[in-house]
C-alpha cells in the first residue's frame, strides 16, 4: 500500500469517517473520497501524504476545520473540499503553497475576511460561505478571480452586480466632515458676491449694489454718477430710484437708492 498512487472511491456511497491511518499512504498522489456520506472531521495526518497532488473530499458531511497540516504540502494543486460542514478560517498557509491551481471551498460554513482571498496566485471558489468584508472590482475581475467565486456570502459587500453596497467607512465619514463644511464656506461666499450689497448713508437713506464684485469702492461708484446726478438714473419706483455706473474698463453697477421712512 506503500506505493500506492492513486486512489479514487468517489461515488460509492461510503460511510464513515477518514481514519488517521491515511497518513500511511505517503505515495498516494490523487486520492478522491468525493460524494460518498464521509462524516467527522478530516485528520491532521494528512499532513504526512507528502506525495498529495489532488485531494478531493467534496460533497459529504465533513465538519470542523480545514486542518493546518494541509499547508505542509507543498506538491498540492488542487483541493476540492465544497458541500461539507467545514467551520472557521481557511488556514493561512494553503494559500500561499507554490503549487497551488485551484481551490475550491464552496457550500460550508467558513468565516473570515474576503481581502485575505483577493491576493491569492490560485482560483478561490468560496461562493455560500459565511465571509465578510469588501470586494473592489479592480481585485475580482481578473484572470484568477471572479464574482461568482463569491456569490452567497451574505456580509460581502461591494460596488460589482450581485452585492450590496458597502456602508461608509470611518474615513470616508471623515472626508464627509471636511467636506461638507468647507462646500457650506464656498457656497456662502458665491452668495455673498452675487448678492447686493446694502449700505447704510449718514442721513438714512439705504445703497443697494448689484453685480458688485468687491473689487469697487462705494466712494467710486459715488464719483461715478457724480453723487447720484440725475442723468445716471435709470429708473424711479416707490421704493427708491436706480442708478447706473459704468467705469472706464467697461464695467457696469447698478446701484438702488431707497429713501427711508420718516414718521
Known amino acids: 500500500h506503500k506505493k500506492l498512487q492513486d486512489l479514487?472511491?468517489?461515488?460509492?456511497?461510503?460511510?464513515?469517517?477518514?481514519?488517521?491511518?491515511?497518513?500511511?499512504?505517503?505515495?498516494?498522489?490523487?486520492?478522491?473520497?468525493?460524494?460518498?456520506?464521509?462524516?467527522?472531521?478530516?485528520?491532521?495526518?494528512?499532513?504526512?501524504?507528502?506525495?498529495?497532488?489532488?485531494?478531493?473530499?467534496?460533497?459529504?458531511?465533513?465538519?470542523?476545520?480545514?486542518?493546518?497540516?494541509?499547508?505542509?504540502?507543498?506538491?498540492?494543486?488542487?483541493?476540492?473540499?465544497?458541500?461539507?460542514?467545514?467551520t472557521r478560517t481557511v488556514p493561512s498557509g494553503i494559500r500561499d503553497l507554490s503549487f497551488l491551481i485551484y481551490v475550491n471551498l464552496s457550500y460550508n460554513n467558513l468565516t473570515g475576511n474576503i481581502r485575505l482571498f483577493l491576493i491569492n496566485k490560485a482560483q478561490f471558489n468560496l461562493s455560500y460561505n459565511f465571509l465578510e468584508g469588501r470586494i473592489l472590482e479592480s481585485q475580482i475581475f481578473s484572470k484568477i478571480m471572479h464574482s461568482n467565486d463569491f456569490f452567497g456570502n451574505k456580509d460581502l459587500c461591494g460596488d460589482i452586480k450581485g452585492f450590496t453596497h458597502c456602508p461608509p467607512t470611518s474615513q470616508t465619514m471623515l472626508q464627509v466632515k471636511i467636506l461638507v463644511p468647507l462646500t457650506i464656506f464656498f457656497a456662502i461666499l458665491l452668495i455673498g458676491k452675487t448678492q447686493p450689497e446694502t449700505r447704510s448713508a449718514k442721513n438714512g437713506d439705504m445703497f443697494s449694489i448689484w453685480n458688485y464684485d468687491g473689487k469697487i469702492t462705494y466712494e467710486e461708484i459715488i464719483k461715478v454718477i457724480e453723487d447720484f446726478d440725475i442723468r445716471y438714473c435709470i429708473g424711479t419706483g416707490g421704493y427708491g430710484s436706480v442708478y447706473k455706473a459704468q467705469f472706464p474698463s467697461g464695467k457696469v453697477v447698478a446701484l438702488k437708492k431707497t429713501s427711508s421712512l420718516r414718521g
Open 8 to 86: 479514487d472511491l468517489s461515488f460509492n456511497g461510503i460511510s464513515g469517517f477518514i481514519v488517521s491511518e491515511i497518513r500511511l499512504l505517503t505515495n498516494l498522489s490523487y486520492f478522491f473520497l468525493d460524494s460518498n456520506h464521509i462524516n467527522g472531521s478530516i485528520p491532521l495526518e494528512i499532513g504526512n501524504m507528502k506525495s498529495l497532488i489532488e485531494l478531493n473530499l467534496g460533497n459529504n458531511k465533513i465538519v470542523g476545520q480545514i486542518p493546518s497540516t494541509l499547508a505542509y504540502r507543498s506538491l498540492l494543486n488542487s483541493l476540492f473540499l465544497s458541500h461539507n460542514y467545514l
